[in-house]
């Protein structure tokens, strides 16, 4: 069964400084990668995805993540953070060709930007 | 627009009694499925449905049941078998043959008192 690993539950950072947030899942085959925000009492998200092609894949917001297959990663990286980034990041994980196979979760790393 | 629209958004009930939460999309999309919320525990899958009349359990179904009657509606009932129902509970749908992705509802926060 496929798993997410989120390396860092919680993840304080001072505003306009950089940040990653560690994602790695088990699997030996292809997969889709996905990174989802949520922000307090809200529902999630999507951040970005990625499901082949290219391995940087990029947000609006300036976010960023590489799919990295040898290390089986997908780190979320900003270089510099905003106040209003502050939130619950969820990295999840899917086969592809799997029909409607539910996402797998990792367990969130919140992230808090100081002012 | 459209989106997935769950309600109540905050709920309590006392211990012992049956609750259910609605979850309405209009995005046409055939899957559905509801997750749990926890602190520090992530989402945890508890039904998902890919097609009208059918579903399937998740990792933690024990406690819950659900129906699937329209395409639109999967609501899910709190059954006074769960120990422990206190928690955020989010729906979302995704499209047939899709990637997979999920598109989410604001949530219902149940409480029990």
């Known amino acids: 069964a496929q798993s997410v690993t989120q390396l860092d539950s919680q993840v304080p950072v001072f505003e306009e400084a950089p940040v990653e947030l560690r994602c790695n899942y088990s699997s030996s085959v292809s997969v889709y990668l996905f990174w989802y925000v949520q922000y307090p009492n809200q529902g999630l998200q999507l951040l970005l995805k990625y499901l082949s092609g290219s391995t940087l894949v990029k947000s609006i917001n300036g976010f960023e993540a590489e799919f990295n297959k040898s290390q089986t990663s997908f780190h979320l990286r900003k270089p510099s953070v905003h106040i209003s980034d502050t939130a619950e990041y969820f990295c999840?994980?899917?086969?592809?060709?799997?029909?409607?196979?539910?996402?797998?979760f990792g367990k969130g790393t919140r992230l808090s930007v100081i002012a | 627009d459209g989106g997935i629209t769950q309600s109540p958004k905050y709920l309590f009930r006392k211990e012992g009694q049956n609750v259910t939460l609605s979850c309405e999309q209009n995005?046409?999309?055939?899957?559905m499925y509801w997750y749990r919320q926890d602190p520090g525990q992530g989402l945890r899958l508890i039904y998902y449905?890919?097609?009208?009349?059918?579903?399937q359990k998740g990792d933690i179904a024990e406690g819950y049941s659900v129906s699937r009657e329209k395409k639109e509606s999967f609501p899910l009932t709190v059954t006074s078998a769960q120990k422990n129902p206190t928690a955020f509970y989010l729906c979302?749908?995704?499209?047939?043959?899709?990637?997979?992705?999920?598109?989410f509802g604001e949530g219902s926060r149940l409480t029990v008192l």
């Open positions: 449905s890919q097609i009208v009349n059918d579903f």
């Open positions: 979302a749908s995704s499209k047939q043959g899709g990637d997979g992705e999920l598109f």
């Open positions: 995005l046409n999309h055939d899957a």
């Open positions: 999840a994980v899917r086969p592809p060709n799997s029909g409607n196979t539910p996402l797998v």
